[in-house]
């Protein structure tokens, strides 16, 4: 159990377009889903922590009119990257947070963005 | 700031051997920790999560918590060349938050 999906897994786009990557719990649900990116050979950064129904919250320096987060069902978040810029190229991944003891986050598979 | 730390090696271990991951945190309050598997290219796997001081063994893996130490392990019996990926310690913080901070991570390669 605790499998989470992404897609894209893989997306290129031209500079200035807008990139939708949907993460979904398939087989529990979760109230809190959670952004983060990877640049090479760095760790994990958290972007932004998504809960159902109301407003991500965003981690400090992450611009959230850039980055667009929608949790608008218990399976589903979506980020949207918009007006992509080249630095903008990077692994990003989500969570979603399977309840029990201790509450634990699973991830899903990635999405590799490369803006042109 | 609340921070963890891993020595980001890379530590290398023959095949059968036991490799030993370690992982330190600052904060004295936190609650829950995890072991993550990242191969290269790929997103964080759990491998294990622990929250009370001792050992907890899962098949090959054992994690190991010291909270007065603020220290937590990972433990990899019998080392496989399949175990050779970065590995991510991550700690909750506190009961009203389920955020976590990762560490930088340790690569481990098992050499055949």
Not at chain 1, 44 to 71: C, P, R, W
Not at chain 1, 88 to 115: K, M, N, W
Not at chain 2, 9 to 16: A, K, W
């Given at each position: 159990?605790?499998?989470?999906?992404?897609?894209?897994?893989?997306?290129?786009?031209?500079?200035?377009?807008?990139?939708?990557?949907?993460?979904?719990?398939?087989?529990?649900?979760?109230?809190?889903?959670?952004?983060?990116?990877?640049?090479?050979?760095?760790?994990?950064?958290?972007?932004?922590?998504?809960?159902?129904?109301?407003?991500?919250?965003?981690?400090?320096?992450?611009?959230?009119?850039?980055?667009?987060?929608?949790?608008?069902?218990?399976?589903?978040?979506?980020?949207?990257?918009?007006?992509?810029?080249?630095?903008?190229?990077?692994?990003?991944?989500?969570?979603?947070?399977?309840?029990?003891?201790?509450?634990?986050?699973?991830?899903?598979?990635?999405?590799?963005?490369?803006?042109? | 700031?609340?921070?963890?730390?891993?020595?980001?090696?890379?530590?290398?271990?023959?095949?059968?051997?036991?490799?030993?991951?370690?992982?330190?945190?600052?904060?004295?309050?936190?609650?829950?920790?995890?072991?993550y598997r990242q191969y290269s290219g790929k997103s964080p796997e759990l491998?294990?999560?622990?929250?009370s001081n001792g050992d907890k063994e899962d098949g090959r893996f054992t994690?190991?918590?010291?909270?007065?130490?603020?220290?937590?392990?990972?433990?990899?019996?019998?080392?496989?060349?399949?175990?050779?990926?970065?590995?991510?310690?991550?700690?909750?913080?506190?009961?009203?938050?389920?955020?976590?901070?990762?560490?930088?991570?340790?690569?481990?390669?098992?050499?055949?």
């Open positions: 159990g605790a499998v989470v999906s992404q897609h894209p897994s893989r997306v290129i786009c031209k500079s200035g377009t807008s990139v939708k990557i949907e993460c979904r719990s398939l087989d529990f649900q979760a109230t809190t889903m959670f952004w983060y990116r990877q640049f090479p050979k760095q760790s994990l950064m958290l972007m932004a922590t998504s809960n159902e129904g109301s407003k991500a919250t965003y981690e400090q320096g992450v611009e959230k009119d850039k980055f667009l987060i929608n949790h608008a069902s218990l399976t589903l978040s979506t980020l949207t990257v918009t007006s992509a810029h080249p630095e903008d190229s990077s692994f990003y991944i989500c969570s979603a947070l399977h309840g029990g003891a201790p509450q634990t986050q699973y991830f899903g598979p990635g999405t590799r963005l490369l803006v042109l | 700031q609340k921070e963890v730390e891993q020595n980001s090696g890379p530590l290398s271990v023959p095949e059968g051997a036991i490799a030993s991951l370690n992982c330190t945190y600052s904060d004295r309050g936190s609650q829950s920790f995890f072991w491998i294990m999560s622990i929250y994690a190991q918590l010291n909270k007065a130490s603020q220290y937590v392990s990972l433990l990899i019996r019998d080392s496989q060349p399949s175990d050779s990926a970065t590995y991510l310690c991550a700690v909750k913080w506190g009961a009203g938050s389920y955020q976590l901070t990762f560490g930088k991570g340790t690569k481990l390669s098992v050499i055949p």
